[in-house]
Structures are given as structure tokens and as C-alpha cells.
């Protein structure tokens, strides 16, 4: 068996869960911080991959090199330096429906992400960076905001993702600014069930 492809999971909810509960009694619990920032920032690096795998360029998942590939089923993934193989299919096949997938805004934003959270020295700022990423939005063609980059992020369908970002704790000792995001997200997320004409979306 040839080395597989990995991508990192989706963060669980209970995780997360517990960050604003914790973020919500004025804790800044450093651990917790990391624990749910690094789970997002390996999410985010297999989002980026895979979307560059989709578009012709895919890390080796044996020694990391880089194979270019011209998108068709039958063509055989091959790599120069370790001798690793497989079809573009089955490679495909190992990250398709399970939401890594979106276009320039998103790749954006998880980069901005993971580049801001190993620089970030306190827990406070990595907090900020958390929330941001698991509020953002797919853009559409006209920039307006989509759908929610939770989905991409934390564990559940979309409706589910979106109910439980909107039953996170906020509190006076939250971390400054967290509830000021929440409402932008909670309005962008009331106009977009309105355009899709999806009641279950409302919040
Ligand atoms: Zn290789």
C-alpha cells in the first residue's frame, strides 16, 4: 500500500464549545488556546493543500515534493524524488465531500490564519484569530458574503454548524471585540437564509 493522503479532520464542537464557555468567564486558558488553534491551523493547511491538489499541484504525501498533474482521472500521480504513485482518481477520491474545498477569499483568509497564529505571542491574540477564522465567509463573485467557512472548519452539516456558532457563550469578560463579530456574523448569516429562502437558516 502506497503511503495515503492525509487531511486533518474538522475541529470538534465540544472543543470549541468549551473555548468560549472558558473565553466567557474572562479565562485565558493558554492550553485550551493551542489545543483548538493548532486543530483549526492543520485543518486550514489541508484545506489549502487540497485545493491546490484540485487545481494541479499535489504534495507527495510520502516525502512532501511536489507533483504538477493535468487533472485527468487515469493520470498517474508519480513522484520523482520517492517513487510514490497513485491515480489523480483515487487521490481525488480521498478528500472529495468533506468540505475542502473553496476559491481565492477563503484560501486568503486560512492563510492569513496560520500565519498570524504562529506568530501570535499571547493567548488573548491567538483567541482573536480563532474567532475571526471560524467566522468567515465564502465570497460570492460580487464579494458579498456566502456561505459560513465554519462548515469548512468544525464538525456537522451546515445547519448545524451555523446553530451551534450561534449557541457559543458570550459574556462581559469575553475576550474584546468576540460579541461585535458574532452579531456581524449572526446578520450575514440572516441575509443569506433570506436570499436562499431557507427558514431553517435563521437565527
Ligand atoms: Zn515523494
Redesign the pocket.
Known amino acids: 500500500m502506497p503511503h495515503q493522503p492525509y487531511w486533518a479532520p474538522r475541529v470538534k464542537q465540544q472543543l470549541i464549545w468549551k473555548l468560549y464557555e472558558t473565553d466567557a468567564q474572562g479565562i485565558c486558558d493558554e492550553e485550551l488556546i493551542d489545543e483548538v488553534g493548532y486543530a483549526l491551523l492543520a485543518r486550514c493547511e489541508s484545506f489549502i493543500a487540497a485545493v491546490a491538489a484540485a487545481r494541479g499541484k499535489v504534495s507527495?504525501?510520502?516525502?512532501?515534493?511536489t507533483?504538477f498533474h493535468d487533472q485527468k482521472p487515469d493520470t498517474v500521480l508519480m513522484?520523482?524524488?520517492?517513487?510514490?504513485e497513485m491515480t489523480w482518481a483515487d487521490f481525488f477520491h480521498s478528500f472529495q465531500h468533506q468540505q475542502l474545498y473553496g476559491a481565492d477569499p477563503v484560501l486568503d483568509l486560512f492563510r492569513s490564519f496560520t500565519g498570524g497564529f504562529l506568530k501570535a505571542r499571547s493567548g488573548r491574540e491567538k483567541m482573536v484569530l480563532i474567532d475571526q477564522l471560524i467566522h468567515g465567509f465564502h465570497l460570492s463573485l460580487l464579494g458579498q458574503p456566502t456561505r459560513t467557512t465554519g462548515v469548512n472548519l468544525i464538525e456537522g452539516n451546515y445547519r448545524e454548524v451555523v446553530h451551534f456558532l450561534d449557541s457559543l457563550s458570550y459574556g462581559e469578560a469575553s475576550t474584546s471585540g468576540l460579541h461585535d463579530t458574532h452579531e456581524s456574523w449572526r446578520a450575514k448569516i440572516n441575509r443569506t437564509a433570506e436570499e436562499w429562502h431557507d427558514d431553517r437558516l435563521k437565527l
Open positions: 507527495c504525501p510520502s516525502c512532501g515534493a507533483i513522484c520523482a524524488e520517492c517513487g510514490w
